[in-house]
């Protein structure tokens, strides 16, 4: 509770899991469409993950990476991101856990590689829900085994 305002004040976002915009981060040019309060899951309608080229379009591309080896690196690097009404990302956020799920930092190459990857991509399919076309959150995870990308979630 703030006593200035009498407001209490909290450490978490609207909803679980929002991306709240950051101007250290993000790209003042990235626009949400609708209301900025609420951002739809990539789940929330009958389709789930949608991309131009699929799944395997993404698992194609990141062959042609040149990602640092550390064969000792064994984890899970997910980025997550909104995807506006116009299929435009934007709002990346990235978390970095070993096998055993704590928090582990991998190789700083190797992670904003695969962060500057994920930014790259463009075939984000614009979503509907009710007829009308939203913002949504999308995450991809790399698993990394013996420092080399082995498979994409979801």
Request: hydrophobic letters at 25%; a neutral charge.
């Amino acid at each position: 509770m703030n006593c200035q305002t009498g407001k209490a004040i909290s450490k978490y976002p609207n909803h679980v899991g929002s991306i709240e915009f950051d101007e250290k981060l993000d790209d003042p040019n990235f626009k949400r469409c609708l209301d900025e309060k609420y951002v739809f899951q990539y789940y929330n309608d009958s389709k789930g993950f949608q991309y131009k080229s699929e799944k395997r379009g993404i698992e194609k591309e990141i062959q042609t990476l040149n990602l640092p080896e550390n064969k000792e690196a064994n984890g899970y690097i997910t980025i997550r991101f909104v995807v506006n009404c116009e299929g435009k990302s934007g709002m990346f956020r990235m978390q970095q856990i070993d096998n055993e799920y704590k928090e582990y930092t991998f190789n700083k190459k190797l992670s904003d590689q695969l962060l500057n990857f994920t930014k790259k991509l463009n075939g984000w399919v614009p979503k509907e829900i009710e007829e009308k076309k939203v913002d949504y959150y999308q995450y991809l995870t790399y698993k990394i085994e013996n420092g080399k990308v082995s498979e994409i979630l979801p």
